[in-house]
């Protein structure tokens, strides 16, 4: 199906919704890929691209996106635009470019709205659950109830599929629950995802980290030993066969569930890690969790060039909720 320009705001298919100095063309960072022949040949192109992503290649990743969007919106495509811009908003969530990859979520929903799309497919779901990935990043009490709305409108807020594109819907409706203070519900899809991965036989914290997902809350409901066995897990996994940004997760959320030096020392070591990779936003969000913990320790002066760093980080990003964290521990007020 193709979009008339009668549509405020799609009329022109191929815009770059998301311009400014970050903005890069293709022609610039060469994409290792051979370009789409046509608008049947996207699908095959975003599978490699979501490859490269998964790979941590995310400047070439996103560039491959930009691509993809110049020839779906030539060719008029509104399928094709939608998940080229669901899949561009999933590679700028990662780099850390929260504002492109909400704009991009939008538009994308907006594009599959009418394109023909069942609204409950997987094409459906895996839109919705990248841009609720978005949202929870964002995580202003404004993000999430959207987050809970788009769930609910979309009828996908109660039993899903346990197909394989339902999963990651799944995982960050797990996510969901938790950041909304619903742990029970939060746990039970969390732990739904392990248990479909298994079946699979692809369960590791590459494909969904579900493990360090689920002992985020197990920690908070006072399961300690319970959230370091899974955590501990899942840091082994990513140490033998994983991306230096899944083991730097790994190590952050330890970081949060080991008590005392040793909670700090996986802390410490998921920054170095970190840092080595393009992930800003997970990097932001360590450097707060440290600081947090230096905080705890009465380390002020350490707590606070930490901070200081982590803040700069999360204002680069456009993360409400981080920014506001990281300037409650600046100011030596406690946050969780």
Known sequence: ????????????????????????????????????????????????????????????????????????????????????????????????RLADAARDAEASEELLAVSGADPAGPAAALVLARRLAVLLDLGHPDDLDLADGLLVEAGLAGDLPDEPEFLLLRYVRGRLHTAAARPGEGLADLYRCGERLAVRRSDHPGVLPWRSAAASVLVGLGAREAAERLVAEEVALTRRH??????????????QVRPGDAGMAAAEEAIRVLHGTPRRFE????????????????????????LRDGLELAQECGSPALIARARALFAGRNQP
């Not at 990097?283 to 930490?306: E, S």
């Open 1 to 96: 199906m193709t979009v008339s320009d009668e549509r405020p705001g799609l009329a022109d298919l191929g815009r770059d919704i998301t311009p400014g100095v970050n903005a890069v063309s293709p022609a610039n960072r060469p994409v290792p890929l051979a370009p789409p022949v046509g608008v049947d040949d996207i699908p095959r192109y975003l599978h490699a691209l979501r490859r490269l992503a998964d790979a941590d290649d995310l400047a070439a990743a996103h560039s491959g996106c930009t691509l993809a969007v110049d020839v779906a919106g030539r060719h008029g495509s509104a399928s094709g635009l939608a998940m080229a811009y669901s899949q561009r908003s999933s590679v700028a969530r990662r780099m850390g």
């Open 283 to 306: 990097l932001a969000t360590a450097l707060v969790d440290l600081g947090a913990l230096l905080n705890a320790a009465r380390r002020r002066p350490q707590a606070r060039r930490v």
């Open 242 to 255: 994983g991306l230096a940004s899944a083991l730097g997760r790994a190590l952050r959320i330890q970081g």
